[in-house]
C-alpha cells in the first residue's frame, strides 16, 4: 500500500522539478545568445545543457515536443542532407557536415524555454554581449593594428568572416529595438554606432551588404520616408572611414577585383556540380575535394573550401530537393513573420527576425553563411523568438 505522505511529497516535488528545469534551460540559452559571439565552446556546451534539461522535461514530465511550423522545412533539409551523405563519395567526410544539423534543436529549444518576456530579456542579452564584441574589434583595429587584409579584426573568435556575420545580425536586432521597441530603446541607440564601425573595419563586404539590407527593411517598415538616412549615413561613411575600408567597399564593385572574379568563377564551377548531379549533389563537404575537376582555367584560386554563395552551395553539395527544403524554409518564415508584423504586441520580434533573413539571404549571395556554426546559432535564435514569445497564437 502507498502511503499518502509519500504520494503527497511526489507530487509538491513534480512542480519544482519541472520549475527548476524550466529555469536552466532557460538561463542556459541565454548563456548560447551571449557566448556565441566570443566562443563556440562554451556556447555549445550550454547548448548542451539547455538539451539536457528539455530531454529531462519530455522525459520526466512526460511533455510532448512542440516545433513551430517554419522548422519543418528544417527538418526535411536535415532528412535530405543525411540521404546526400550515403551517396557521397566520401561518406566520413560528408558525414561531419552532417553534425551541424544537431543546431536545428535550439529551434524548438528555444521555443520551449524562451517564452513571453524572456524572449525581450533575450534580445537584450545579444546586444549587450555585441556591444562588447565590437569593442574587442575596434581595439584590434585600433590599437593591434588589425588593419588589413593580412590581418582583419575576429574579435575573440576564429575568422573575420564569422565575426562580421554575428555583428551583422546584431546590428538589424538593435536597430529593431530602437525602431519599434517600448524598452531599452537608449542602450541599443548607443550600441548601433559601435556595430556599424566595426563591420567595415573587418573588410567584409558581404556583412556590410547584408547589414545594409536588414537597415534599408527596417527603415521601410518603420516609415518608407526613413529611407532618406540611407544616402546621408553612405556621405558620412566615404568622408569619415579610412581610404583602405572605402577602397574595399569599392572594390566589389570592380570585376577585376581578384575576389570578386573569383567568386564569378564559382558560379561557372558550380552550375555543372549541380548538372551532374542534381537529385543528392555531390555529397556535404565535397566542394573542396572535388574543386580540381571542376575548376575553369581562368580561377584565381586553385582550390576553396565552398562556393561563396548558400543557394548554389546547397544546390551542388546536397542536390535539387535539399535546396527546395531550404527555399520552403525561408519563405514560410517570411510568410509567417510578415503576418506577425499586423501584430502590434509581436511586430517589435518579427522585424527582428525578418531582418536577420533579410541580411542573410543579402550576405549569402557572397558568402556561405548558413554553414557557420556561429552564425546558424545565432540565426535560428533570432528566426524563432517572435514564435516563443507569442507561443500557441502562431504556429
Not at 344 to 371: C, D, H, I, P, W
Request: aromatic share 10%; charged share 15%.
Amino acid at each position: 500500500m502507498i502511503h499518502p505522505m509519500t504520494v503527497f511529497t511526489e507530487a509538491t516535488a513534480m512542480p519544482r522539478r519541472r520549475a527548476a528545469l524550466e529555469q536552466a534551460g532557460l538561463l542556459a540559452l541565454f548563456g548560447v545568445a551571449g557566448a556565441l559571439q566570443f566562443s563556440i565552446a562554451i556556447a555549445q556546451s550550454l547548448l548542451a545543457v539547455a538539451v539536457v534539461c528539455w530531454i529531462a522535461l519530455i522525459v520526466i514530465d512526460r511533455e510532448s515536443v512542440e516545433i513551430p511550423s517554419f522548422a519543418w522545412p528544417l527538418v526535411a533539409y536535415a532528412v535530405l542532407t543525411l540521404i546526400s551523405t550515403a551517396f557521397s563519395p566520401e561518406p566520413r567526410t560528408s558525414l561531419m557536415a552532417c553534425k551541424q544539423m544537431v543546431l536545428f534543436l535550439i529551434v524548438p529549444l528555444v521555443y520551449r524555454f524562451v517564452r513571453g518576456s524572456n524572449a525581450q530579456t533575450m534580445v537584450t542579452v545579444i546586444v549587450s554581449f555585441a556591444a562588447a564584441a565590437a569593442a574587442v574589434g575596434i581595439f584590434q583595429f585600433g590599437v593591434l593594428h588589425y588593419d588589413n587584409l593580412g590581418q582583419r579584426p575576429t574579435g575573440t573568435l576564429g575568422h573575420y568572416m564569422t565575426y562580421s556575420g554575428l555583428l551583422m545580425l546584431v546590428i538589424g536586432t538593435a536597430l529593431a529595438r530602437i525602431l519599434f521597441g517600448e524598452r531599452d530603446r537608449l542602450w541599443a541607440a548607443l550600441v548601433v554606432p559601435a556595430l556599424a564601425v566595426t563591420i567595415p573595419l573587418t573588410f567584409s563586404r558581404s556583412a556590410e551588404v547584408g547589414a545594409s539590407a536588414a537597415v534599408a527593411l527596417l527603415l521601410l517598415l518603420k516609415d518608407k520616408r526613413l529611407l532618406a538616412i540611407l544616402p546621408v549615413v553612405a556621405l558620412v561613411f566615404f568622408v569619415a572611414a579610412p581610404a583602405r575600408i572605402t577602397d574595399r567597399f569599392e572594390s566589389m564593385f570592380n570585376l577585376k577585383d581578384p575576389t570578386v572574379a573569383d567568386r564569378l568563377v564559382m558560379l561557372r564551377e558550380g552550375v555543372p556540380m549541380v548538372k551532374d548531379h542534381p537529385w543528392v549533389g555531390i555529397g556535404p563537404n565535397m566542394v573542396q575535394p572535388l574543386y580540381a575537376k571542376y575548376r575553369v582555367p581562368d580561377a584565381e584560386n586553385q582550390v576553396n573550401p565552398h562556393l561563396h554563395n548558400v543557394p548554389l552551395q546547397i544546390a551542388a553539395e546536397r542536390g535539387l530537393p535539399a535546396l527546395a527544403a531550404w527555399l520552403w524554409f525561408v519563405v514560410g518564415l517570411i510568410v509567417a513573420l510578415s503576418k506577425m508584423l499586423r501584430d502590434r504586441n509581436q511586430k517589435l520580434l518579427a522585424a527582428t527576425a525578418l531582418a536577420a533573413v533579410v541580411s542573410m539571404l543579402a550576405a549569402g549571395m557572397f558568402e556561405y553563411n548558413f554553414g557557420d556554426s556561429e552564425f546558424l546559432m545565432l540565426f535560428l535564435i533570432l528566426v524563432t523568438l517572435p514564435f516563443a514569445a507569442a507561443r500557441g497564437k502562431y504556429a
